[in-house]
Every structure is written in structure tokens, then in C-alpha cells.
């Protein structure tokens, strides 16, 4: 198993590798030659984490990384559900509604194929509409057509039932790649655009930059009311200046993104896979800035996440405690 790995990844790990040793191994699952890691879409920073943290875990592990174009952090759950890709990204939010089956999207099925390997940012949910179009509150989304993100994002997967935890039926949720629904905002053809992400997020600042824009925060209440409505989801702020024009601080909600594998890696691909990407935290903050928002402790005690056990203990020896009750094979 070991032979495929480069002398380089051997000398990187060998920290590692003694730990990973006394490890439960997944018995009956071979050392893969390859990976396949669904990412999300133009616009979104799965696009750029997933190819960059996928470099330093190809290095690391000797295995061959490549890469597909997915809907984001619903779609890359469902493509390791179906044995069609072995990496992916998802939300705290979402990943809890395929383990429940909860989410419109899941149809009622519960999945239990993927395992988180370790947390790698926050997204905000990002409300925005045109200055002069009268929309100044969550209460004023009723009856309007907003647009959610891509299919199979965390948008479009949570924002219908966050509202609808408010009481707020929109006139229907729109899904389409991030800068298209923007420039529908912009011709009348969306009421708002509400997306997930990690901000700033890159159709929403472009926009900002050449028209002015107005961004809807939550009240204290409504953000008690969301956060209790569901798991995954914590109080964010997007501060002053995160987008051009904007010249006050807004109040809005989050939840966490953490890299996803397929629960039947070999324990100790799955360590490495985490590793590389722990380790290499400062480089991947260059890329996407969120990254470096939050302490990677702090990010991982956000949520109950079902981890892989290889994993688990490649975050223990991190200092990153990852109770029992959340490591499964």
C-alpha cells in the first residue's frame, strides 16, 4: 500500500505515518491509484480551494487527483453517494440534511456515504438586491423571484426553507451559475440574488463595483429564529468594506465548509488528504481569503459532522479534538 507514495510525501508524513499506523484500517478497500473531486461552479470558491488543496494532497499521497464540475455542496454529496467522485465540499447545513433526509433536495433519502475530513471555511448567506429597488428587509423577499445560486449548491438547497423559518414565501427560488442571476438582478428579471459562499463573493463584488447595490441583514430575532430552525447554521457579520460602496457592517448568518471524502478510503489516505490540506492552510488563504477568517479549531467545533476515522485522528494530532460520537467508519 505504502509503495505508491512518492519518497517526498514519505519524508513530508513521517510525522505522521506512525500515528496513522496504529490506526483501524478499512479492511477490504485498496490503496486507489486515483481520485475524482467534485467541485462547485464558475464564481463559487470551491473552484478555486478544491484544485488548489487537491495539488498539495496529490504530492502528499502519490494518488492522481482530477477534477468535475458540480452543482457544489448538495451535488458533491450526491455524486460520492453514487460512486461517481471521492472528494467533494459541503456545508455544515447541507451535509446535515442528507443525513437526515430532511432537505426538499434529498427526496427523503438518507445518505451515508461521505465522511468529513476537516474543516476549511465559512460561508455567509449574501442578500442583494439593486439600491432603488424599495428592498430594505428579510420581510420584503415575499412574493419575489430571487435567485439562489447553482443547482445543487448550498443556496438552493437552504435558503427556501431558511426563509421559510422566517415565514417568508418567496414568488419562487430561481437557480443559475452566480454572475448570470447577478446580471438578471440588474435587467428586473430576479427581485434579489441570496447567496451562500465564501465572501466576498466574486459576481457580487464585480457588480458593486459599477452599480449600487443595497445588502438585507437579519435582525437580532430573526437570527435567533433561523439559527434554532436548524442545525449548522451560527451568527456572521460581513464588515465594513467587504464590498465596495458598502459603509456599514451587516448582520447575517453562516455555516461551515468542510471537505468531504468517501466514507470507504483507506484510513490513511484519508489523514493525508486532511493533512495536506491543515497544513497548508496559510497558502490556501491566498486563494480564498475566508479561509483565514476563523481559527481551523474554532471552525471544526461548529459543528457535528460524521468524520472518517482516518481523519479524525489526523485532526487529533493536530490538537483538534473530533469526539468518538462523530467518527464513523
Known amino acids: 500500500m505504502l509503495k505508491r507514495r512518492s519518497l517526498v510525501a514519505a519524508s513530508l508524513l513521517l510525522p505522521a505515518r506512525q500515528a496513522f499506523a496504529t490506526a483501524p484500517q478499512i479492511t477490504g478497500t485498496a490503496w486507489p491509484t486515483a481520485l475524482l473531486m467534485a467541485t462547485g461552479r464558475p464564481g463559487g470558491a470551491y473552484t478555486i480551494y478544491g484544485p488548489a488543496w487537491g495539488a498539495f494532497a496529490q504530492k ?49 433519502v438518507k445518505f451515508e456515504s461521505f465522511r468529513a475530513l476537516f474543516p476549511i471555511f465559512p460561508s455567509i448567506l449574501q442578500i442583494v438586491v439593486t439600491a432603488d429597488s424599495g428592498v430594505t428587509s428579510l420581510r420584503h423577499l415575499s412574493n419575489l423571484k430571487i435567485g439562489v445560486g447553482p443547482d445543487g449548491g448550498s443556496g438552493s438547497a437552504a435558503v427556501p426553507a431558511l426563509l421559510g423559518s422566517l415565514g417568508i414565501t418567496p414568488l419562487s427560488c430561481v437557480t443559475g451559475d452566480y454572475m448570470p442571476q447577478i446580471h438578471e438582478m440588474l435587467a428586473g428579471d430576479l427581485g434579489a440574488c441570496a447567496f451562500i459562499g465564501a465572501p466576498p463573493m466574486k459576481a457580487i463584488q464585480a457588480a458593486a463595483m459599477v452599480h449600487r447595490l443595497g445588502m438585507i441583514g437579519f435582525t437580532p430575532q ?15 457579520t460581513l464588515p465594513v468594506g467587504m464590498f465596495p460602496q458598502q459603509a456599514t457592517p451587516v448582520a447575517s448568518i453562516g455555516t461551515v465548509n468542510f471537505a468531504i471524502a468517501a466514507a470507504c478510503l483507506p484510513d490513511m489516505l484519508a489523514g493525508i488528504l486532511t493533512l495536506a490540506g491543515m497544513r497548508n492552510r496559510a497558502k490556501l488563504a491566498a486563494l480564498v481569503p475566508a479561509v483565514a477568517s476563523a481559527p481551523a479549531q474554532m471552525l471544526a467545533g461548529q459543528s457535528e459532522m460524521t468524520f472518517h476515522p482516518g481523519a479524525a485522528l489526523a485532526l487529533r494530532q493536530l490538537g483538534i479534538d473530533v469526539p468518538a460520537k462523530f467518527i464513523e467508519s
Request: hydrophobic share 50%; proline share 2%.
Open 222 to 236: 430573526e437570527t435567533i429564529q433561523v439559527v434554532s430552525s436548524a442545525p449548522g447554521w451560527t451568527a456572521m
Open 60 to 108: 502528499a499521497s502519490g494518488v492522481a487527483i482530477a477534477y468535475m464540475a458540480s452543482g457544489g455542496a448538495a451535488t458533491d454529496i450526491l455524486l460520492i453517494e453514487q460512486g461517481a467522485a471521492q472528494l467533494g465540499m459541503t456545508t455544515v447545513t447541507v451535509a446535515d440534511q442528507a443525513h437526515t433526509g430532511s432537505g426538499a433536495w434529498t427526496a427523503g
